[in-house]
């Protein structure tokens, strides 16, 4: 039988922080887990106390350093035990780690955060305030930022995709024949551009490539010369040695093709073959450690079309509507490199739907039949049934290729729907969509100053980023960033 040990307090001077284990009141901001010493377990039995830790009723004690409790049970524990409920912190490693008592705040990780005022949690944990906000009533403050200049003459028809830490944008055209091959990377840590390197085999001067992120290069292909035909090349870019590396042949012609990474490997389909005609569904693949393309799926693939809809997660490409409107999706299944035809859904048929895959479900938000639309719905693949959105939604619009209307997550089940056509009219709202929650929302602070008709667009750490385009008919050299509450 166990005998009942007094109640002890420890300061401990750690990380600039002058701390009380045990201590009754926690303040704000000031929790910090302990790491446990020279503890001992035993089979069933009391375990050693953990350095600056007291146990009151349970029969498993402070874990040892590196060790766990093969038998005993939980318990709470005033200063932190395997399994139990720290109230003044003590974590012992190896060991199960013990949760704060927060009283009025609320614990996000190890921490007792304020959640109105705090600019790492900003009304809810791991929301950080980007781009110098604050943090006001638990929402960050200027949701839309304008971009520091990138040094880069204005243009439209950009290659534009986000790295793991920056937002590159590259090519493009002002008026019909001034076609570019330069670039830039905005950090929007620090809100600065620096330039794409010129060094190796940069691809030539176009307007309309498309680029996306290996991990490791940038992969930017097709696209189309002064003359408006497509091209079948591209390059590697290199961020940290700043250089280009030459892109093997192999691929497919296209102005604006789709990209997509799966299992390290680039998925290649739609665009198309000279301005705007059908989409061919053929897919391609390109291997960038390797630099040499491989099959892709062909058999069973849907027939070329116009207006149709792409979204991929990262083990399937989903495709849904055309024009004339349908209500049909295709499935490609990227490891077993095959297309499927998804069931019959309830969702109305439809032409130029934006559409999102949000790391949980698939949406599709407006488009067109005989006229605009301004329903929205999800579906999950592998389920049965679509689920239609409810609440307050956007106006009626449309997605046009090239011109404007994009929906992009930006954090995981949360997701952003900015633009898109209402009649001939570019939207400038930005919307927020939440899948868990069935709804968007939108506030006025989100919306963009500038139309950025065929610009470049981008999400990276919970942000929403835009560069060049067109407004009002005039080329632009205006980049945007808008963080959603």
């Known amino acids: 039988m166990s005998t009942a040990r007094p109640r002890s307090y420890k300061l401990l001077f750690s990380a600039g922080a002058l701390l009380c284990l045990g201590c009754p009141q926690l303040l704000k901001d000031d929790f910090r887990s302990e790491t446990a010493s020279a503890g001992t377990s035993g089979n069933g039995n009391p375990g050693g106390a953990a350095t600056g830790s007291t146990h009151s009723g349970g029969s498993s004690g402070g874990a040892a350093t590196g060790s766990t409790h093969a038998g005993g049970t939980g318990g709470i524990a005033t200063g932190g035990g395997t399994g139990g409920i720290a109230t003044g912190g003590g974590t012992a490693t190896g060991g199960a780690g013990g949760v704060p008592s927060c009283g009025s705040l609320t614990t996000c990780g190890n921490s007792c955060v304020e959640l109105q005022t705090s600019e790492a949690h900003c009304g809810r944990c791991n929301h950080a305030c980007l781009g110098g906000r604050s943090c006001d009533a638990g929402n960050c403050s200027a949701a839309r930022l304008s971009l520091a200049a990138a040094g880069l003459s204005a243009r439209s028809g950009v290659a534009a995709t986000a790295t793991a830490s920056e937002f590159f944008v590259w090519g493009g055209i002002a008026g019909k024949i001034s076609l570019f091959n330069d670039g830039a990377l905005y950090d929007p840590k620090l809100d600065t551009w620096r330039a794409v390197g010129t060094t190796g085999a ?284």
């Open 202 to 485: 940069r691809p030539s001067a176009r307007a309309h490539a498309s680029a996306i992120w290996t991990g490791q290069h940038v992969f930017v292909f097709g696209g189309e010369n002064k003359q408006g035909d497509p091209q079948s090349d591209g390059g590697l870019y290199d961020p940290t040695r700043n250089e280009w590396l030459a892109v093997a042949s192999g691929g497919p012609a296209r102005i604006a093709p789709h990209l997509y990474l799966s299992d390290g490997v680039v998925w290649l389909l739609g665009g198309t073959a000279s301005g705007p005609a059908l989409e061919s569904l053929d897919a391609y693949r390109f291997d960038p450690k390797a630099n040499n393309w491989l099959p892709g799926a062909s058999s069973g693939s849907p027939s070329a079309r116009s207006g149709a809809s792409f979204a991929a997660s990262a083990n399937a490409l989903f495709v849904c509507g055309a024009t004339p409107a349908s209500a049909d999706c295709f499935e490609l299944e990227f490891s077993k490199n095959t297309w499927t035809k998804l069931p019959a859904t309830a969702a109305a048929a439809r032409s130029d739907a934006l559409a999102c895959w949000d790391g949980s479900v698939l949406a599709n938000f407006g488009g067109r039949d005989a006229a605009e639309l301004a329903d929205g719905y999800w579906f999950k693949p592998g389920q049965a049934g679509v689920t239609t959105v409810q609440g307050t939604l956007p106006s009626a619009r449309h997605a046009e290729r090239l011109s404007s209307g994009v929906w992009l997550g930006v954090e995981p089940a949360r997701s952003a729907l900015a633009g898109g056509l209402g009649g001939a009219k570019v939207l400038r709202e930005v919307w927020l969509f939440e899948s868990a929650a069935n709804r968007f929302s939108h506030d006025a602070s989100w919306d963009l100053l500038q139309e950025h008709r065929d610009g470049g667009w981008a999400s990276l750490n919970g942000e929403l980023l835009v560069w060049g385009g067109t407004h009002d008919g005039t080329h632009s050299a205006l980049g945007e960033r808008v963080q959603l509450r």
